[in-house]
Each structure stands twice: as structure tokens, then as C-alpha cells.
């Protein structure tokens, strides 16, 4: 597992990777040296372009490992939401094929392994309020989606 760094406007990221697909982004408060393999370096310049406005859909491959059939679906439909939208779990729910499954939306969001790839921050409750947010609070939440509406 290949590890890198990236300091960015909602905290240190943490990105581990394989040889050729992403696997897991993290917020840490410290970092370790480690070198930049070339997948993680592409990992790197594409969080540089989405940080500067100028990149609105990530061209990384990511493993999620082990996640169930829901939570593929869920993700699959959460990828298609635009840059600057959001969503309510409700809606995500129904859109993956699950009715009355917002709640367990909820839970696939919190165990999204790949945030800001996969965007979950674009995820809101139905009156648009954040919920949590996997990387740290709810104010790195609102921090990206207003970033986003900002740089459409």
C-alpha cells in the first residue's frame, strides 16, 4: 500500500493507494514521510486542479474493497450528482433502486472509503441541512459545497 500526503483547505489528507487504483482518503492531524508514487503524485495534482476550480470530475481509478451491493449502487448513483448539486439521502435512496433506505444512505456516506471522489459532501438531509461529513465536521462539509457553487 503506497501512502502520500496532502495538505488541504479542509485539513491533512491521508491517501493510500495500490500500484494503480486509490483506496482510502483519510483526514489525520499528523503526517509521516513517505514518498509519492506516481499513482498517488496523479492522486495529488488532481486534488491540486479540484482545490484551484479547474477540475469538476475526478479521473482516478478506486478500489472500494469489500462494500455490499447497496452500498455499489449508491455510490454509482451518488457519482452522477454535479458538481455544485446536491442531493437528499432520500432521493439517493430512491435513485439506487431503495425506497425507503435513507437512513442505511446515511451509513454507506459515512463509510465512503474515497470522499471527495466519491462526493459524499454532496449528500444533504431533505430540508438541506449537512449531516456529518466523513472528513472531520460538518464545517468541511459546507466548506466544500461552497467551494463547488462558488467554481461552477
Same mark, same amino acid.
Do not use: W
Given at each position: ?6 495538505? #488541504? ?116 438531509? #431533505?430540508?438541506? #441541512? ?6 472531520? #465536521?460538518? /464545517? ?11 467554481? /461552477?
Amino acid at each position: 500500500m503506497d501512502i502520500a500526503f496532502y495538505k #488541504s483547505p479542509i485539513g491533512l489528507l491521508k491517501i493510500y493507494s495500490s500500484l494503480n487504483a486509490l483506496r482510502k482518503i483519510e483526514l489525520v492531524k499528523e503526517r509521516s514521510d513517505f514518498g509519492c508514487s506516481n499513482f498517488n503524485c496523479e492522486v495529488i495534482k488532481q486534488l491540486d486542479e479540484y482545490f484551484a476550480g479547474r477540475l469538476h470530475v475526478f479521473n482516478i481509478p478506486f478500489d472500494m474493497g469489500d462494500i455490499t451491493e447497496f452500498q455499489k449502487k449508491v455510490y454509482d448513483e451518488l457519482l452522477k450528482v454535479r458538481y455544485g448539486k446536491t442531493i437528499s439521502y432520500k432521493e439517493l435512496a430512491l435513485k439506487a433502486g431503495y425506497k425507503n433506505a435513507y437512513r442505511a444512505v446515511g451509513s454507506a456516506m459515512a463509510q465512503n472509503p474515497v470522499p471527495i471522489i466519491v462526493p459524499c459532501h454532496r449528500v444533504v438531509k #431533505s430540508d438541506g #441541512s449537512f449531516g456529518n461529513y466523513s472528513l472531520g #465536521s460538518h /464545517c468541511n462539509k459546507q466548506f466544500l459545497l461552497d467551494f463547488e457553487k462558488a467554481h /461552477c
